[in-house]
């Protein structure tokens, strides 16, 4: 009976079984949603920028951690999250080279510098989506309109700049013009719930993210509702601020990272000088995260105060 | 000499000493920096009231105005300052007016602080050579009588809005059709 | 130009006075007594006050090398010329060779080849996590895990871990710290003297029999050493060979016999006896050689038996004429000739 | 002679200002959106470095060491104000962009530093040796970044289109984020090729 | 009241200091490895750029434009003002409260030749604010500067678990971070009309 | 609601391969490997020499300190050596061999004591002592220590812990249903010791007949209250139960004492009923040999000292490859390279795993996904402290509390990534540890 040679380790000697893949290749299948919804809207345009982000980003990371001589990690998933979701946060007509650009941006400067997985201060996809949007404004700021293909407002810009509402139910539906993936609310709410479900995404966020927009936009004279559809405030909400490499890890943490990215939305929406102001609200609480995670270090059992 | 006076000795020694220097410079510099000044101001008025050769200041109502005369001493316009709120700041405008016509000659932006290569594009000839010619009755509206830049509008909407409402009181100082 | 050089020369002068004025009295009321040594760093440092050492401004740099917090070279501004003027202030400086110099040495040598596992290990690749998991996956209880904590935490890199899962020590770079022993989960490393050149390279205390089913390297305690050893050097104790390294005079008899190799030294380093011109014939080398190495006639010459010679050095202290000279590594001794070879002091 | 040649080397490449010792950010960021900025900041700056150097240098002695510091500063203060003023009447274009920042060479570590560090610890010549090779390396070091953020962000090069008219201009790099990314990335280049020098020495 | 908040908000957001005007960064990029000596350094910079908001107000307004000095005394006044002003605010802290000099004053010297400080006092120069628009603006600059030390400290403490490239390690990392905060911080772009 | 704690987890539990099966009493060992140290505390010195021939009950480990117990012969028959054996613990721990005669003669001086009744509170302590009782729910601390707190330290609940929160195993539960007179006996015995009116025994749901079985054996005991708890853990954990129980948290660096709580194993009471009963020392415990991995999981009475080996040989051996074998649970327990180790006092469970379920996955990068967050029962930040672990930052563990971690080990249990993080938390305890030795 002794011949065996057994394996030794700490304890617990049992295991969830949960694992980064099973999550990232998770969220990716939540996120075929809201590409669906986009592709149908836009046409295989939109269907080509997604496949071509998500290439690029995974391509990015590979060659990174061949430059520096690390084990090429691109199979757990997170390079084509990073890749999917700036595909989903850019205006369909945007030139192919661009978005390539805004992958290895995505992916170098956001993500790979730091680390890699885990290890990014700010959300890899919207540090590309930001970066392109101060870089080429202009073609950022071109929509397609999905009903005829002519190019036209977004809602938020038509709302900002001439005070025309769009009506819920195309929102809703999502045949309005903007981003390939934040037209469709449905879609998204879908795929978020999803995840929710999964236990993958901590509702707290989300729900005080679009809380606080509906409540403050309430205050400050808007339309709640409309606010809460238009733009990308859901697709932020369920699946850009929940990103958990980038935001806080204490309960309490994440439901001061939801409000400040409200408080930083309604802001720049009624404000500022960007219609839109999702992106860079989930990037500002990116950098707050630290300091939340620190600020909000749960009181432990029985922890007794010193001094 | 006890180390604190010494001290204070020593740092009086430099002070007196830089301003010395400094009042020196000064005097020397300073012809030129406003001969720049001059300069510039002369350039800008030139620009905005195409054809002149002289021009004179006029203060009224507490706004300077400089009248432009050509050789043989006509007057061919008015140039103004004005002032709009871009995207990034202030924006100041030499603004070129012909009371008799009823409209603008010319616009040059003085200084801004707009994005380069987006709201700073206001200072190129492809869009200032737009208000040349406008009458003084159009409603200065971006997008509808003054063209936009694409991706930036708010600057375009700044410059349009800064003559609009520094229109509205030279008109009053100097109405169309009247003498000046 | 008058007027405005007049003003001007007034006003700094007035606002010079006043401050300077306000600082003299200030640094007279407000006087603090310091560490002197934080003012001479002060002195030192380039008073830029740019942060870039981490620390809020030169002067608080200052105070943090006094208190120990920053090294002397923290100064980027500086450089190395600061650097070097501050750690003569702070009196460090490398001349502390007056102490005898020691070195980190491993005491194991079960590697990968040698030593048995008794179970796969999985878990923190760290030797004292791995420790705390039924003592580690190695079948000796007491030989090094492998995992190469001290060479993390040795602060000058003089660990590097070989192939065979064994660390190994630079013995030029090693400053002997000693972090690295602390370090060790299982006390593997041990500083000595860098005279020692012989190590018994095994601590189990397990039984001969134990021993040998984990190790192929290890002490069985068999005692072929203590038999060996000229100067009753080395003993068992416990089942296993311990060095007294008062008496050991590194002539690496022990190592000769050491059935498992468990006692190691450099070989080719061994020192031998070499007789020059000097020599009187006393016979006193001859008669305190303990492995009669030495031979020559009364009055004449004496000679060492190269073979024979273990290095010693007993000859050679007690040669009253200083005609022996201890010799390391491969040269003629026939005729003397060692130019190309250390002399052992 | 060979030790002023030296002093002046040290300050183009083995403690750059601007890339080894990483001190006087401000204007390196701020006034490099064009490689020409680099040139005229960075040759204002080694004006004020070299003669503030050099009067300093000469007054080493002189200076009690309590008052050392506000001395330093007047002197600094001073040759800068004479730029500023020099600068206003004879090149005014390059002024108005450098702007707020000449006035703030004042307070450039890297002046300071080397008043502190080197003017007065040494020789008139060496100082004057030291402040031109410190100027220069950090005028070479803010045209480079100029250059690159010129470049991507106008698409010219000291003002002459590089890439014709119609390309598509980087508009972050004349941005804030544009500056610091663009000396992050180059700062990361530079720590590259001295590495690989001291491997090559080390060889040696 | 309201033009005040403003004030302060666009110093803070829209302008920061360090991210937007590129002002004070050596100890922005220096002083930020750790999250408690950030926040001590930002509290010491806000108590100098207030007091010298309030400084700078009188020499400009009361000595340097009155006589006509502004023109080429202003440098070496306000400098010379700062320098023994913090100078002076140092020593007096250290006699009284070794435990506020621990807290704040080993950071005042830092701070002399800090750009922020002199940028500020010519920057309300230029602007011609008025004393308590002056005082707004110094306290706005030092709570901007705060929070962008506190938020790259935050990170940096966070960045030393990550795998940090050889060749980034250190300011090169910090940078390009600072880049990516500054490009968030654009979305304040166009927020209050400065 | 049923009573609970914040956090923790719910892993399979897998006690259907023993929970119906009785107790069934162990063959008697050929040899018992007596460890002098099987309890917190100072080890035992060894009053038997080779060759001695000693009694089941005769005691062959001496307690000299306060904190500590004696340890007795576990059967009859010849020592054959006194000398440094494999332990559970991975480190050769000093230790007597008996080799049994097979008569399994009894002590002498084993003999009942007075009945409950007479005992007085210091003369239940001594019994208790003498008979080498330790906490029988895997800590091993003296129990009669325990239950004479320092002066100034006042109790005023007792709580008996049947929770049996970790998964497979069974023989709280088993002894629960079997004996559940005996628990209660013990219960009583220490609540005289201890003067103390309220006691209450908590029991997780998910074993309904013990709940039903307890409660029936405290009818007529005033003060006694049997309490139903969520299935959740660590569900068992001294800390957990005494919040789920009372509403108390124990201070930080406390003992349950601090908040006037005493907490006893159901089989620690059982064992003290023994004692009181026959007057037999700690010589024997239910363990239950469980999992994929061996033919028959059984619950067994097994002396103490039976190598593991005997007990996975009566449980019909090894059933397919064996990858892991557990001294213990499966979330605490502690995994043995040689079968040779013997059951000790606190051993509850052995558990064979197959090679096929053990995972060796490499850990991946943590992505601060907060699952560890979340599922710590004591709020602590796991992935910070084993960041800080990995990266040697003491002095940070620290102060983000590592010491309090229980060791539970639900943060690695749910950690997507793999990462070790119970065993870097346990390693930067022992330095932290370590260093304040200094
Ligand atoms: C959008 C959303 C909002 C929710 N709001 C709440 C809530 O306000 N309060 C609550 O207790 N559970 C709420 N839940 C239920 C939670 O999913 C879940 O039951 C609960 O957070 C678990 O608590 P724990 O994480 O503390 O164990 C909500 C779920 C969703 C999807
Ligand atoms: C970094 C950055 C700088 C900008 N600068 C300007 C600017 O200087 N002037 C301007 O009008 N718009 C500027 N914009 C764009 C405005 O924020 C806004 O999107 C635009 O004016 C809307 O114009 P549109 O209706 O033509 O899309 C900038 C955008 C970005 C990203
Ligand atoms: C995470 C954890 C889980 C535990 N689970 C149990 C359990 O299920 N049953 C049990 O009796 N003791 C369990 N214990 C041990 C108890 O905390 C406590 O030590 C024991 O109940 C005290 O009783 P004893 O001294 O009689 O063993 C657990 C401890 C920890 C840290
Ligand atoms: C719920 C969830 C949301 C995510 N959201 C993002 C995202 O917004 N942007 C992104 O680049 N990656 C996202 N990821 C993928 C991954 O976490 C990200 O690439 C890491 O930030 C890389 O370190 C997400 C992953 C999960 C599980
Ligand atoms: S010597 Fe010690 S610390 Fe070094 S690898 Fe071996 S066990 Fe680990
Ligand atoms: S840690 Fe110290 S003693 Fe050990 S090898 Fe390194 S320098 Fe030598
Ligand atoms: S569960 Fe694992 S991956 Fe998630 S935060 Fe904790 S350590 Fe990181
Ligand atoms: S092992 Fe420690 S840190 Fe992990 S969940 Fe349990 S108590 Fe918390
Ligand atoms: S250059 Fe601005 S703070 Fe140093």
């Known amino acids: 009976m002794g011949e065996y040679r057994f394996l030794i380790s700490s304890s617990p000697h049992i295991h969830s079984g949960e694992s980064v893949q099973r999550i990232m290749f998770s969220v990716a299948g939540a996120l075929l949603l809201p590409t669906i919804a986009g592709v149908y809207f836009f046409g295989y345009r939109a269907l080509i920028l997604v496949v071509t982000t998500t290439l690029a980003a995974v391509l990015t990371e590979a060659i990174f951690q061949k430059l520096r001589g690390k084990p090429v990690t691109v199979w757990d998933g997170s390079a084509i999250v990073t890749g999917m979701l700036l595909a989903l946060n850019l205006p369909p007509g945007l030139p192919l080279w661009m978005a390539v650009v805004g992958s290895v941006i995505s992916i170098a400067l956001g993500k790979m510098i730091y680390g890699g997985l885990g290890t990014n201060p700010f959300n890899p996809a919207l540090v590309g989506r930001v970066f392109l949007t101060v870089t080429f404004p202009v073609q950022m700021t071109t ?87 238009a733009g990308g405030l859901m697709l932020g909400a369920f699946f850009m601020a929940t990103d958990m490499v980038t935001t806080p890890v204490t309960k309490l943490g994440r439901i001061i990272f939801g409000i400040g990215a409200g408080i930083f939305v309604v802001l720049i929406r009624f404000y500022g000088g960007y219609p839109e102001g999702v992106s860079f609200s989930i990037l500002l609480m990116n950098a707050f995260t630290p300091i939340i995670n620190r600020l909000t270090v749960p009181r432990i059992y029985g922890e007794v105060k010193t001094r | 000499m006890n180390q604190y006076t010494r001290m204070i000795v020593v740092l009086l020694i430099f002070s007196v000493l830089s301003g010395a220097v400094l009042a020196f410079s000064y005097e020397l510099a300073n012809p030129k920096i406003q001969e720049q000044a ?16 002289k ?83 159009d409603p200065f509206e971006p997008k509808k009588d003054v063209q936009v830049i694409t991706g930036a509008t708010i600057s375009p909407a700044g410059v349009a809005s800064g003559i609009k409402s520094a229109l509205e009181k030279v008109t009053k100082i100097y109405p169309v059709g009247g003498d000046y | 130009m008058a007027s405005v050089m007049l003003v001007s020369l007034l006003s700094m002068g007035g606002l010079s006075l006043l401050l300077g004025a306000g600082l003299a009295y200030a640094s007279k009321k407000f006087a603090v007594e310091t560490d002197p040594r934080v003012d001479a760093i ?26 120990g917090k920053a090294p002397v070279n923290a100064c980027l501004v500086g450089g190395p010329a600061v650097a070097k003027k501050i750690s003569e202030i702070m009196g460090v400086s490398d001349t502390g060779a007056s102490v005898e110099r020691k070195i980190a040495r491993v005491l194991c040598q079960g590697g990968k080849t040698e030593a048995k596992l008794k179970a796969e290990y999985y878990g923190v690749k760290s030797c004292r996590a791995a420790s705390m998991v039924n003592g580690g996956p190695k079948g000796c209880p007491f030989g090094c895990i492998g995992f190469g904590d001290c060479a993390k935490v040795c602060p000058v890199g003089a660990i590097t871990m070989s192939e065979n899962g064994l660390p190994v020590i630079d013995e030029e770079k090693c400053t002997g710290c000693g972090l690295c022993a602390k370090e060790c989960p299982k006390f593997v490393i041990t500083l000595t003297s860098v005279k020692n050149e012989v190590h018994v390279r095994c601590r189990a205390t397990l039984k001969a029999k134990d021993t040998r089913d984990v190790c192929k390297v290890g002490c069985i305690a068999c005692k072929q050493c203590e038999k060996a050893c000229p100067f009753d050097a080395i003993h068992v104790v416990n089942n296993v060979a311990i060095i007294d390294y008062e008496k050991c005079r590194n002539c690496m008899k022990c190592v000769e016999k050491c059935p498992t190799k468990a006692i190691t030294s450099a070989f080719a380093k061994r020192k031998k006896a070499v007789i020059n011109d000097n020599c009187i014939g006393c016979t006193i080398c001859a008669k305190n050689c303990p492995v009669n190495a030495i031979s020559g006639e009364v009055k004449k010459k004496h000679e060492v038996n190269e073979e024979l010679c273990i290095g010693c050095s007993i000859c050679a202290e007690k040669c009253p004429k200083n005609a022996i000279a201890m010799v390391r590594g491969e040269c003629d001794i026939k005729t003397g000739s060692f130019s190309a070879c250390s002399v052992v002091k | ?102 006035p703030l060479i004042v307070v450039n570590c890297i002046i300071m530093a080397r008043a502190e560090a080197f003017a007065s610890k040494v020789t008139p010549m060496r100082a004057i040796a030291d402040a031109l090779g410190m100027g220069l390396g950090f005028t070479w070091a803010i045209t480079l970044i100029g250059a690159v953020r010129e470049l991507m962000g106008s698409g010219t090069l000291f003002g002459f289109p590089v890439f014709g008219e119609n390309v598509t201009r980087w508009v972050i790099m004349l941005l804030p984020p544009g500056a610091f990314i663009t000396m992050g990335v180059l700062l990361g280049i530079m720590n590259l090729l001295t590495r690989r020098g001291v491997k090559n020495t080390q060889c040696h | 009241m309201k033009e005040l908040l403003l004030i302060i908000a666009g110093s803070v957001l829209v302008n920061n200091f360090v991210l937007s005007r590129f002002l004070g960064e050596c100890p922005f990029l220096g002083v930020s490895k750790k999250l408690e000596t950030a926040i001590s350094m930002g509290f010491a910079t806000t108590f100098v750029l207030t007091m010298t908001s309030v400084a700078t107000y009188f020499i400009q307004f009361y000595i340097l434009e009155p006589f006509g000095l502004s023109r080429f005394l202003q440098i070496v006044s306000f400098i010379l003002v700062i320098a023994s002003l913090v100078q002076l605010v140092e020593m007096v802290i250290l006699k009284t409260s070794p435990a506020l000099y621990k807290a704040l004053g080993i950071y005042l010297p830092l701070i002399t030749t800090n750009c922020a400080v002199l940028g500020l006092a010519l920057l309300i120069a230029i602007k011609r604010y008025n004393l308590i628009q002056s005082i707004a603006f110094g306290l706005g600059a030092g709570i901007g500067f705060t929070l962008a030390m506190a938020l790259m400290a935050g990170i940096r403490e966070e960045m030393e678990f990550g795998d940090v490239p050889e060749a980034l390690r250190g300011v090169a990392i910090v940078l390009i971070t600072a880049g990516l905060l500054s490009m968030a911080f654009l979305g304040f772009s166009g927020l209050i009309p400065m | 609601m049923l009573k609970t704690f914040s956090g923790g987890i719910h892993p399979p539990y897998n006690k259907e391969l023993t929970k119906h099966k009785p107790v069934e009493k162990a063959k008697l060992p050929q040899k018992v490997i007596i460890p002098m140290s099987q309890h917190v505390g100072a080890p035992c ?111 005023d609940t007792i709580i008996v812990n049947g929770a049996e929160c970790e998964p497979y195993l069974t023989a709280d539960h088993r002894l629960m249903v079997e004996r559940p007179d005996d628990v209660v006996l013990g219960l009583r015995a220490i609540m005289k010791a201890t003067g103390v009116k309220r006691a209450y025994i908590g029991i997780e749901d998910n074993k309904p007949d013990a709940i039903e ?86 619950n067994l009475l097994v002396r103490i000292g039976t190598p593991v080996e005997e007990l996975i040989e009566q449980c019909g051996g090894f059933n397919g490859e064996p990858g892991k ?85 639900c943060c690695a249990y749910v950690c997507p990534a793999n990462i070790p993080l119970t065993q870097l938390i346990r390693l930067a305890k022992n330095r932290i540890l370590a260093s304040k030795k200094k």
């Open chain 3, 42 to 67: 002060n002195e030192v440092l380039p008073g830029a006050n740019c942060g870039a050492c981490g620390y809020p401004g030169c002067s608080g740099l200052a105070g943090a090398i006094v208190e």
């Open chain 2, 55 to 137: 021009y004179e200041q006029v203060e009224k109502e507490g706004l300077t105005f400089y009248i432009g005369l050509d050789d043989q001493g006509n007057k061919k316009g008015i140039a103004f300052k004005a002032t709009g709120q871009g995207f990034g700041g202030p924006i100041e405008m030499m603004v070129g007016y012909d009371p008799k016509e009823g409209k603008l000659t010319g616009l040059q932006i003085l200084s801004m602080a707009e994005t380069p290569g987006l709201g700073a594009r206001i200072q190129e000839p492809t869009f200032t050579d737009q208000f040349k010619g406008k009458s003084v009755n």
């Open chain 4, 1 to 102: 002679m060979y030790q002023l040649v030296k002093d002046f080397f040290n300050g183009l490449w083995n403690e750059n200002p601007t890339f080894k010792m990483i001190i006087g950010m401000c204007p390196t960021l701020a006034v490099t959106t064009a490689a020409m900025n680099g040139i005229a900041m960075g040759l204002a700056t080694t004006f004020v470095l070299v003669f503030s150097s050099l009067l300093i240098s000469l007054l080493r002695n002189f200076i009690p060491a309590k008052v050392r510091i506000p001395c330093y500063i007047i002197v600094i203060a001073t040759f800068v104000t004479v730029v500023d003023l020099f600068m206003a009447g004879y090149f005014p274009a390059m002024y108005k962009i450098l702007g707020l920042y000449i």
């Open chain 2, 38 to 53: 001059q300069k510039n101001l002369e350039a800008s008025i030139k620009n905005v009231l195409p054809g002149i050769t």
């Open chain 6, 325 to 409: 074998v557990i001294m213990g649970g499966p979330m605490m327990g502690i995994s043995q390279a040689q079968l040779e180790v013997p059951v000790m006092k606190g051993t509850s469970g052995v558990l064979v795993l197959q090679k096929s379920e053990v995972k060796t996955n490499e850990p991946m990068p943590c992505i601060r996904c907060a699952r560890c967050v979340d599922a710590c029962p004591i709020r602590l930040l796991p992935t910070y402290l084993g960041k800080f672990a990995e990266r040697g930052m003491w002095d940070e563990a620290e102060r983000y509390h590592a010491l309090d971690c229980i060791e539970c080990g």
């Open chain 1, 143 to 229: 929509w397609i309109n999905p009903v005829d293909g002519t190019t036209g407002a977004t809602p938020l810009a038509l709302m900002k700049m001439q005070g025309i509402p769009t009506d819920y139910v195309r929102l809703f539906i999502g045949n309005v013009g903007g981003c390939i993936g934040e037209t469709s609310a449905i879609a998204i709410l879908l795929g978020g719930l999803y995840l929710i479900y999964r236990g993958y995404v901590d509702w707290r966020i989300p729900a005080s993210y679009l809380g606080t927009v509906a409540v403050l936009s309430f205050i400050l004279g808007g339309d709640p509702i409309f606010h809460l559809l």
């Open chain 6, 213 to 298: 079985a307890m409660k029936e054996a405290v009818k007529g005991f005033n003060g006694i209250e049997v309490v139903p708890l969520a299935t959740k853990y660590p569900q068992g954990g001294e800390k957990q139960l005494i919040y789920a129980i009372t509403g108390r948290e124990v201070p930080s660096g406390g003992l349950p004492m601090d908040v006037h709580v005493i907490v006893d194993n159901a089989g620690t009471c059982a064992a003290i009923a023994n004692v009181l009963k026959t007057g037999m020392p700690l010589i024997e415990r239910i363990t239950t040999v469980t999992g994929a991995g061996v033919k028959e999981p059984k």
């Open chain 6, 45 to 155: 010195e060894p009053v038997v020499k080779v060759g001695d021939y000693v009694k089941v009950g005769q005691k062959i480990g001496e307690a000299k300190a306060f904190v500590s117990a004696p340890i007795h012969a576990s059967v009859s028959g010849k020592v054959v050596a006194v000398e440094p054996r494999p332990h559970a613990s991975g480190a050769p721990v000093m230790s007597v061999v008996i080799e049994s005669d097979g008569m399994d003669e009894v002590y002498e001086g084993v003999k009942p004591p007075k009945s409950l009744d007479e005992l007085t509170p210091d003369e239940i302590k001594n019994l208790i002592r003498d008979a080498g009782i330790v906490g029988m729910g895997g800590a091993g601390f003296p129990t009669q220590v325990k239950l004479s707190p320092p002066p100034g330290k006042t109790i």
